[in-house]
């Protein structure tokens, strides 16, 4: 699915996302923690997207996709496959254009995220949990229904309604060094890199990978996209496969990354908790993770972190010793 | 201690309180939350004392009282009785002005508090948990050390200390219709009381209280102070006895209360923990809970809504099926 034949949101495009979806979306808050500077020795600015409507940051591409339908597509609806929170946000972008909404959804995703899908009336469709099987059944159902397909991140529209997130943040906080992101699929670290690009060109954007998933790091040093890999971690947002669309702007874009391991994840996600009062999932705490992992990276400077959701299971948190139990 | 003998504090102690501890204190957001709106029917502005420093409002009131010594009263530190945050409260301020605290704290008393606490330098006096044993401990402290007394609540300095969160709240949003607070002592009560009577008369100030600790309820009912009473609430922060300054500026301002049962009160921190992503105590979501408890009441309208603290123990949360395992 548009693997070879992918087309490059523009920052452009990024701009005329953030008037589409600025009905719907949430400009979230960014909220500083002094004691979590104290403790990585710069000045962190989190950019809130566990905030945004529906729990995470995906609302907004998913929302940009759907408003960017003409009327015949949209009548037939739309059709994804997400392990969580691209369905839901994709769900809830449907719902409110009032169009079918169908998530092909692997085994083993969160209970609580297929909760938050169901809830916006999307019809889930299981599948195993490979790429391949994804394929497959998404490819089936748009047979069987004509519905129109929304990419999680390699979709142009999806990019450009993720940069919005990094367009607020430098809109809001134009002195920044750095932007730190987590990294999955790419879509929200290209879409970031866009927009830094075009509107803030000394900022370094920086991906945050999981260590035990870090094709993304593996692809840039190598020069071309690991597809290849068997991921293992405890951030399930991030255990997609690094898009070509995506890493095409990553190689343009000086892209760097950050591979951290899940204890480091699990320890910056109980500060966010503790200290930061903010209920974030691993997948979103990484990116703080990471500056804490490299503090002399980052020392003294202004760093804004995207906290890219936070959609958890309240009952099995992974860090409470009695989750273990 | 001050029972009745007691001075109370205008809006313009909460106005200078305000300019006293701005170097110190955070300005907190105000945060939206859509889906708990739809949920309440109204309108629902959070002043989020959860983000002050310390985790609670109560940094507020004990800043402004350590700043307000005179250095030879400062030389000697200060005392107080605390289960948990005006405890951690006053010792970041005393640590902050250089001077020793002294903690008198009940058994009972949630670890992690005790810990934020002992983080802050402050040393520890054990008692039994009785208020007798409590002012005796600290009486005993006081003749020892020369240490000066800020009681948690009824303290003037204290109380107009706690009024600049509404002040805050009211200048970001002077269109309330009501701004509904959790009542224990009664410190933030009645410092919202006066800072709204001067700045928004039109705007009503209602408590929320746990309805295993409702003597201030009964007080007003009564017409007198209630001082006679086995609380029985998970609202450890609310446990205190109604202080007699608190109940006087009550009485002056038609304070209105809303008793609300425990298991409202858990309901609602889930709320703001999965929907609003907030980490916020039991003691915090109860001016929710009332707000959802009594929706005809709020129906349509808009409501400043104060979560007081963000302090627990992430390893002993009520509400988890895990925890009462």
Redesign the interface.
């Known amino acids: 699915m548009l693997e070879n034949n992918f087309s490059l949101p523009s920052f452009a495009d990024v701009q005329a996302a953030s008037a589409r979806i600025a009905p719907h979306a949430?400009i979230t808050?960014v909220?500083?923690?002094?004691s979590l500077d104290r403790l990585a020795q710069c000045t962190i600015l989190f950019k809130s997207e566990?905030?945004q409507?529906g729990?995470a940051f995906k609302f907004r591409g998913a929302c940009n996709a759907v408003l960017s339908l003409d009327p015949e597509q949209a009548r037939r609806g739309v059709v994804t496959h997400s392990s969580g929170n691209h369905g839901a946000a994709l769900a809830l972008a449907a719902q409110l254009r009032g169009i079918a909404c169908h998530v092909v959804v692997p085994e083993g995703a969160l209970a609580s995220k297929l909760k938050a899908i169901q809830a916006h009336d999307a019809v889930l469709h299981h599948c195993a949990p490979t790429i391949a099987a994804r394929d497959a059944k998404a490819r089936e159902v748009q047979a069987q229904t004509g519905a129109h397909l929304v990419h999680p991140y390699t979709d142009a529209r999806v990019i450009a309604g993720q940069g919005t997130a990094a367009l607020e943040l430098l809109t809001a906080a134009p002195d920044l060094d750095a932007i730190v992101v987590p990294v999955g699929g790419g879509g929200l670290a290209s879409g970031s890199l866009l927009t830094a690009a075009a509107l803030a060109p000394g900022v370094r954007v920086i991906g945050a990978e999981p260590a035990g998933a870090a094709e993304t790091l593996a692809s840039l040093q190598r020069g071309e996209r690991v597809t290849e890999f068997t991921p293992s971690t405890i951030c399930d947002g991030l255990r997609g496969t690094l898009g070509a669309p995506n890493f095409e702007l990553m190689r343009r874009h000086a892209f760097e990354v950050i591979a951290v391991d899940d204890a480091a994840t699990l320890t910056a996600m109980?500060l966010l908790?503790?200290?930061g009062?903010?209920?974030?999932e691993p997948s979103s705490a990484i990116a703080f993770a990471a500056v804490l992992a490299e503090r002399e990276r980052f020392a003294g400077q202004r760093v804004g972190v995207i906290i890219s959701g936070?959609n958890v299971d309240?009952?099995a948190?992974p860090?409470?010793?009695?989750?273990t139990?």
């Open positions: 949430c808050p909220l500083r923690m002094r566990h905030l409507r729990g109980r908790w503790e200290r009062k903010q209920v974030v936070g309240l009952d948190m860090w409470s010793p009695r989750a139990q």
